[in-house]
């Protein structure tokens, strides 16, 4: 990898719990930038994408207006950058956000793999969905499960296949997400499972179905799914995660594949943090995604 650019997007709309706007800025507190230089890879920020005040909401779509208004303005700058042959790291904010980054990947290359690390499966609608909270619909929109308008980019859209889709360290879905990940085909490879096989067991299938037929893997990773106790930093925790060792025997043996086209990293909580230890984590887990080894 000899080129990335970074964009962050400072939006915590589709949570229940502000906070995780600041994510991007936390990472980069993390020396992001100059670390990224130190192993010899060419880096440019492309600064920080803020949302629209006000906008539209409706009881099973909270902000959705807003959010949507960000993730077109994403689309874009993901797209440029892809264009301009650097892998985009995108710095959330929650994780309504790669409802903008995900489908620019796949408008651009095609056809992709997707490696989902979260607690949560995020696929619900606005039919399923109990909350209203957008952060919990992306994976099913980018998908093409709905909902639509979240990924509504007209004759630029193009859905990721779900059989290419894979969630892993996946603990806490709602009942109905769970039928419509078996409806949709999407591989999920939960907690338990991580347990029972070990990490790299887990990762060296998920590698597998993601890259197979495809122009190469997105990753995006949800800092929710790591233990709170390693990252407390978070707007929805659920005991029992994977553990640092884990993640970052995920981000390594994923960068050992040398298909990786994009990274999000989301769900920074600075005010709910010990001394930026949740920024921190996520900076040297996208250090590890682009190849560095510390032994």
């Known amino acids: 990898m000899k080129k990335v650019e ?7 709309l589709g949570a229940n719990r502000r906070g995780v706007n ?4 936390a990472i980069r507190f993390a020396g992001l930038a100059e670390r990224i230089e130190a192993m010899g890879i060419e880096s440019r920020d492309r600064g920080d994408l803020i949302p629209m005040q006000g906008g539209k909401s409706l009881d099973n779509m909270r902000s959705y207006e807003a959010i949507v208004d960000v993730d077109k303005r994403l689309f874009e700058e993901v797209l440029e950058s892809l264009e301009n042959g650097a892998v985009p790291i995108v710095l959330g904010g929650d994780h309504s956000i790669a409802a903008g980054s995900v489908p620019a990947a796949a408008y651009h290359y ?7 690390i979260d607690a949560h499966a995020d696929f619900n609608d606005e039919n399923s969905t109990v909350t209203g909270n957008v952060h919990g619909m992306p994976l099913s929109a980018i998908c093409g499960s709905g909902p639509d ?3 509504d980019y007209g004759d630029r859209r193009v859905y990721v296949d779900p059989k290419k889709a894979v969630i892993v360290g996946g603990r806490d879905f709602d009942p109905p ?11 999920v490879f939960n907690i338990r499972e991580v347990d029972t096989h070990g990490m790299a067991d887990v990762m060296r299938r998920a590698i597998e179905i993601a890259s197979d037929g495809t122009e190469g893997i997105y990753v995006s990773f949800d800092m929710d799914s ?4 390693d990252a407390p930093g978070v707007v929805t925790p659920v005991i029992g995660g994977l ?3 884990e993640v970052f025997l995920a981000c390594e043996m994923l960068a050992n594949t040398g298909k990786i086209i994009g990274i999000d990293m989301v769900e920074v ?8 230890k949740t920024g921190e984590l996520a900076c040297s887990l996208i250090l590890s995604l682009l190849g560095e080894m510390k032994y």
């Open 6 to 12: 970074i964009v962050g997007a400072q939006v915590d």
């Open 22 to 25: 600041m994510g991007p800025s």
């Open 110 to 116: 095609k056809k992709i793999g997707l490696i989902w």
């Open 149 to 151: 308008w979240l990924v």
């Open 177 to 187: 997400e769970r039928v419509r990940l078996k409806e949709a085909g999407v591989n």
């Open 226 to 229: 790591i233990n709170p106790q």
């Open 243 to 245: 553990t640092s060792r």
């Open 269 to 276: 909580n600075p005010i709910l943090d010990e001394r930026n």
